[in-house]
């Protein structure tokens, strides 16, 4: 079981780290009580869909800082490897961030925020010291902590891909409303207006061989495959986990689906994304 224990400064990024983690396909709590650590992994173990565990341990719980040492022990003994993700920032940051989120310093009490980090930073210098990696968070974003925890777990991850849905689609129905890109091949030669062909969908071959045939649609083809090869990387980069494409003709019957299933088949070949397709109106059309 891969187990990857997240802690560090309050306000360093943990619950985005976390969620970052949550989006590769770990099993992930926030704040698990120290003491339920050894319990937790057990149960975790009987179920065989969890092999991936992500968790946030800090000193918001008091037992924490008293018992992590012992606790870490006893899971060790029992077989389990642990890696800890410390993450910290500088003073200045972390003090703006708590000043724009409004929130509290949980070790401040009655002290100021700056009281808090001090404290913080003394009661988690030694696990600091046990940590697999140390991460500096003064001048990440939330896109770019997310895409660095990525970068730096990727290698144990088998799920780790951007899900991306096709979907073919007709104007006259309406824009597909979860749509992130959306293309329209309207300019395509139409079937719809062949003898023969019109009552069939772009899932028949001879539909297929009819919109392959015309000059435009190579040329087309050549340059949207191309533009999507391109995108898709960038996609993954800005921490983007899923992906809608819209495909749309006239009725979402014929054009739409021809080009929605080439651009299913080429990116299965070139690419290791999650794929899937849904041909919208092609009922309707």
Known sequence: MKLIVITGLSGSGKSTALRAFEDMGFFCVDNL?????????????????????????????KEFLISYEKVFEEVHAQGYKIEILFLEASDEVLVRRFKETRRRHPLAKDGTILEGIAKERACLSDIKKMATKVVDTSFFSIHDLRQWVK????STLTSEQL?????????????????????????LPNPYFVPGLKGLDGRDERVVNYI????????????????????????????????????????????????AN????????????????????IEAG
């Not at 009580?33 to 065989?48: A, Q, V």
């Not at 104007?171 to 329209?184: C, N, T, V």
């Not at 080439?262 to 109106?281: F, H, T």
Request: with cysteine; aromatic share 14%.
């Open 33 to 61: 009580p120290i003491r339920l650590f050894p319990k937790f992994l057990e149960l975790s173990s009987e179920n065989s869909e969890v092999n991936k565990i992500a968790t946030v341990m800090d000193a918001r719980e």
């Open 212 to 259: 392959k045939k015309w000059k435009e649609t190579g040329v087309f083809l050549e340059k949207f495959l191309d533009l999507i090869y391109y995108l898709l990387p960038l996609y993954c980069r800005e921490g983007k986990t899923y992906l809608n494409i819209g495909i749309g003709c006239t009725g979402g019957r014929h054009r739409s689906v021809v080009i």
């Open 163 to 187: 899900s991306i849905n096709l979907i073919s689609f007709g104007f006259k129905y309406g824009l597909p409303y979860e749509a992130d890109i959306i293309m329209d091949v309207r300019f």
């Open 151 to 154: 970068s730096n777990y990727s």
């Open 262 to 281: 080439i651009l299913k088949e080429y990116l299965s070949k070139k690419m290791n994304y999650r794929i899937s397709i849904n041909y919208r109106d």
